[in-house]
C-alpha cells in the first residue's frame, strides 16, 4: 500500500511543472484515487467503468488537480450516507475523451447551483473549504480547451462530466489570476 502510495504522489508531482505531456486518463484518475484513500474508506464504494481511452497531450498536473478536486468534493457530499458510492466512467467521444464523476449524494441545491463556479464561493462550515475547488477546476478545464457540466438532483446525487480534446491549446499552461476567470461560460444542465 505504502509503495502504490508513493507511487501515486510521484506521479502526481513530477507532472506538476508547465510542460505539454502526453499522459493517460485513467491512471491520473486512479492515482488521484489512491491518494484520497483515506477519504474514500469511510464506506464508500468507487465503481469504475475505464473504456479504453488511451492518452491525451496537455498540462497532466493541472488535470489531475481537476480530478483530485472532483473526487473530493464527491467523497465529502457522502460523508455519513448510507450506500455511499462514487462512479467514475471514461469514454472516447469525436473530439477526445469524457469523464463522468457522480456520487449519489445529497446533490445541489436550486439556489446554490448557480454560484458553484464563483471564486470563494462556499457551502461548508467556516475552515474547512475555500470556495476555491470548483473555480479552480473550471478555469484548468477551460485552459485545456474542455468543457465541464453538472447534473444534480436534490436527494440522488451528483454528476460532473469533463470533456477533454486530445491535445490542449497552445495557451493551457498560462496562469491567470483569479480574479480574470469567467464564471458564467458554463452554465450548469438543470
Known amino acids: 500500500r505504502t509503495k502504490a502510495i ?9 507532472t506538476d511543472d508547465e510542460s505539454v505531456v502526453d499522459f493517460d486518463i485513467n491512471r491520473s484518475l486512479d492515482d488521484s484515487l489512491e491518494l484520497l484513500r483515506h477519504l474514500l474508506k469511510q464506506n464508500i464504494t468507487v465503481e469504475k467503468g475505464y473504456a479504453d481511452v488511451g492518452r491525451i497531450r496537455g498540462h497532466a498536473g493541472q488535470v489531475n488537480q481537476v480530478f483530485m478536486n472532483l473526487l473530493t468534493n464527491a467523497a465529502q457530499a457522502l460523508v455519513g450516507r448510507d450506500n455511499a458510492k462514487i462512479t467514475i466512467t471514461t469514454k472516447n467521444d469525436s473530439d477526445g475523451v469524457t469523464v463522468a464523476i457522480s456520487d449519489n449524494g445529497a446533490g445541489i441545491p436550486p439556489h446554490v447551483l448557480p454560484r458553484i463556479w464563483d471564486p470563494f ?27 465541464i457540466d453538472v447534473d444534480t438532483k436534490v436527494g440522488e446525487g451528483t454528476t460532473f462530466t469533463v470533456k477533454l480534446p486530445r491535445k490542449a491549446p497552445a495557451a493551457a499552461g498560462r496562469t491567470t489570476e483569479m480574479g480574470a476567470v469567467k464564471t458564467r461560460e458554463l452554465r450548469p444542465r438543470e
Open 121 to 147: 464561493f462556499t457551502t461548508k462550515d467556516v475552515g474547512e473549504g475555500t470556495g476555491l475547488g470548483l473555480s479552480i477546476v473550471f478555469e484548468l478545464v477551460h485552459r485545456h480547451g474542455g468543457t
Open 6 to 14: 508513493v507511487s501515486a504522489l510521484h506521479n502526481y508531482s513530477r
